[in-house]
C-alpha cells in the first residue's frame, strides 16, 4: 500500500520524497549542463561566472518551486505575491543570454513535476541547438577571425603591407579607410582571417615591421564589433 504523505497543515502531497529528491537532483543536473553549454557557446567579453552559476540556480530553484505549487491554485497565487516584492536589476549584457534563462526555466519546471522524458529531450534540444548555432556561427554577417587596423603613411609603398597581409591571411576585405587630417596617412581598417599555420603575432609583427605603418591593432571579431 502507497504511503499517504501530508504537510504540517494536513495538505496533501503530490510528491513522495524519493521523487522530491529525484526532481531536485534532475533540476541541478540540467542546470549544470545548461551552463556548461553556455560557458562553451559564449563569446565575447561578456561572460560572468555569476550568470553561469545563476542558470543553475535557476533550473534547481524552479523545479523547487513547481513541487511547493503541485496542483494548487491558491498556492501559485501565493507564490506570484511573494515573489512580486523581488526586483532583478540586472541588465543582461548579452540577448542570448535571456534565452539560458528561458531554458532554466522551462527545463525546471519539466523538472520539477516529473517530467523527465520531457526534460531530457528539451535539454538535449537546446544544448544541441546551442553548440550547432555556434560552430556555423549562424546569423554572422562575416565569419571572421580578426579585425586589423593600422595607420599607412601615404608616401610609402601599399604593396608591401597588401604583400604581408596576402601572405599571412587566407582572405581579407578592406573594411573602412579614412584620411587623416593633414591627409599625410590612411587609417586602414581589415577583416581577416588568418591562414591554419599563421598566428596573430606573427601578423602583427610582420605588420609592424613595416616602416610606413604604424599603430597595428589586432581585435577578436568572432563576434559583434564595431570598427
Do not use: W
Not at 71 to 91: D, E, K, M, N, Y
Not at 136 to 155: D, P
Request: charged fraction near 15%.
Amino acid at each position: 500500500m502507497d504511503t499517504v504523505l501530508l504537510t504540517p497543515e494536513g495538505n496533501l502531497l503530490n510528491y513522495s520524497h524519493p521523487e522530491i529528491v529525484i526532481n531536485i537532483v534532475v533540476g541541478l543536473v540540467i542546470g549544470i549542463m545548461l551552463s556548461v553549454v553556455y560557458r562553451f557557446t559564449h563569446s565575447g567579453l561578456s561572460y560572468s561566472q555569476s550568470f553561469a552559476q545563476t542558470i543553475v540556480f535557476v533550473t534547481m530553484i524552479v523545479a523547487l518551486i513547481m513541487m511547493v505549487i503541485g496542483g494548487s491554485l491558491a498556492r501559485a497565487f501565493a507564490l506570484v505575491g511573494a515573489l512580486s516584492i523581488i526586483r532583478f536589476r540586472t541588465v543582461l549584457k548579452d540577448t542570448k543570454d535571456m534565452s539560458f534563462i528561458f531554458s532554466a526555466l522551462a527545463l525546471g519546471m519539466a523538472a520539477g513535476t516529473s517530467n523527465y522524458f520531457l526534460a531530457a529531450v528539451g535539454t538535449a534540444f537546446v544544448m544541441g541547438v546551442a553548440i550547432v548555432l555556434n560552430k556555423v556561427h549562424f546569423g554572422a554577417v562575416y565569419k571572421s577571425e580578426f579585425i586589423l587596423r593600422f595607420r599607412f603613411l601615404r608616401e610609402g609603398d601599399s604593396s608591401r603591407y597588401l604583400g604581408a597581409i596576402d601572405a599571412s591571411c587566407r582572405r581579407s576585405d578592406l573594411l573602412h579607410m579614412e584620411p587623416s587630417g593633414d591627409n599625410s596617412s590612411l587609417s586602414l581598417t581589415y577583416d581577416v582571417a588568418l591562414k591554419d599555420d599563421v598566428t596573430a603575432e606573427h601578423l602583427t609583427g610582420q605588420i609592424g615591421a613595416l616602416d610606413d605603418v604604424s599603430e597595428v591593432v589586432l581585435i577578436a571579431s568572432k563576434n559583434d564589433v564595431d570598427y
